[in-house]
């Protein structure tokens, strides 16, 4: 439970009538999960995406702060050091976190938060933030599609496409960890799958913050 400072953990505000929710999705490069995520920020305006902050250089068309904030070795170690990152991971020799600060916000205004980071990140977020964390892996529905979809990215040659074929593999091994596992054969149905997972785990009982009141209310009036 994201109730304890002490700890490092994220505090709520008791005051906010809902619980947000933390909403993780991992998916091997290629199962759609990127589109996924994107139609549902625009679909839902109770969910804001958490920008992490990574060593990468921005690829073009990235922006600062909008895709993720990019820092130095240096200063991403700051952070570190500075217990600035809820979560953190070396991914493919570069260094990926999540910042807190924007997290605790929204958490405590009762917005939900999307975080698109790797096994590795998902596994430290439930580690500290336990019933708090939502997560839902996205898989293709074969290899062969994965590998057309993998194609489809641009002119790679066959060993990079092979290269990226290992990777999503080693991605996929995590699948059981998840709270969630859907099969991306079809976006609208998966975006479908994805709200009805979200409509449900708001209305948990523990994220109904309000519900103590407002049943005492029910029974005295
Ligand atoms: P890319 O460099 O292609 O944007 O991302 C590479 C990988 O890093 C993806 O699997 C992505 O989900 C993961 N990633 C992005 N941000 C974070 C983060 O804040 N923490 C962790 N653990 N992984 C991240």
Redesign the pocket.
Known sequence: MLNNAAEGNVMIDETAKRRGVMLVFCAPSGAGKTTITRQLLEKDNQISLSV?A?T?PARPGEDEGVHYFFKSVEGFKHMIADDELL???E??GNY???PRQPVEDALSSGHDVLF???W??ARQLREKAGDDVVSIFVLPPSSAELERRLRDRGQDEDDVIMKRMAKAGAEISHWAEFDYVLINDDLDRCLASVEHIIGAERLKRDRQQQLPTFVKKLLTE
């Open positions: 992490s990574t990468r979560e953190w991971a991914v493919y990926y976190g999540t698109d980071i790797d590795q990140g």
